[in-house]
Nanobody, 128 residues
Framework: QVQLVESGGGSVQTGESLTLSCAVS????????MGWFRQAPSKEREGVAR????????YYEDSAKGRFTISQDNAKNTLYLQMNDLKPNDTGIYYC?????????????????????WGQGTQVTVSS
């Protein structure tokens, strides 16, 4: 099991940027996948971006394409989500997640059940 701790959330105006961080610790493997999800009030948790660790493969949900960038720093054991041109619809709690059972792929469903470990979340609020 791994431990995930998100940080970097906050309140911004439409069009501004934020970078979220996820510190990873615990029993990781060499080949796995990590992702970012978000949950708006009264809505289901939805996928935003995911990337393979130890192999190629970076995937974005349609609403994140062109605005969000997922990346990782192996030396710091940290996953990032750079979010640009934020919109009010981006408001929600953002969660970091890990899939230790294996890699992600392009057409893998964005359902949260594909990831086993979760952080506690960080709030992002975008006002117009």
């Amino acid at each position: 099991q791994v431990q995930l701790v998100e940080s970097g959330g906050g309140s911004v105006q439409t069009g501004e940027s934020l970078t979220l961080s996820c510190a990873v610790s615990g029993n990781t493997v060499n080949k796995f996948c990590m992702g970012w999800f978000r949950q708006a009030p009264s809505k289901e948790r939805e996928g935003v971006a995911r990337m393979n660790i130890g192999a190629f493969g970076i995937y974005y949900e349609d609403s994140a394409k062109g605005r969000f960038t997922i990346s990782q720093d192996n030396a710091k054991n940290t996953l990032y989500l750079q979010m640009n041109d934020l919109k009010p619809n981006d408001t929600g709690i953002y969660y970091c997640a890990a899939r230790m059972r294996g890699y992600c792929w392009d057409r893998m469903d964005w359902t949260p059940v594909n990831f086993e470990d979760w952080g506690q979340g960080t709030q992002v609020t975008v006002s117009s």
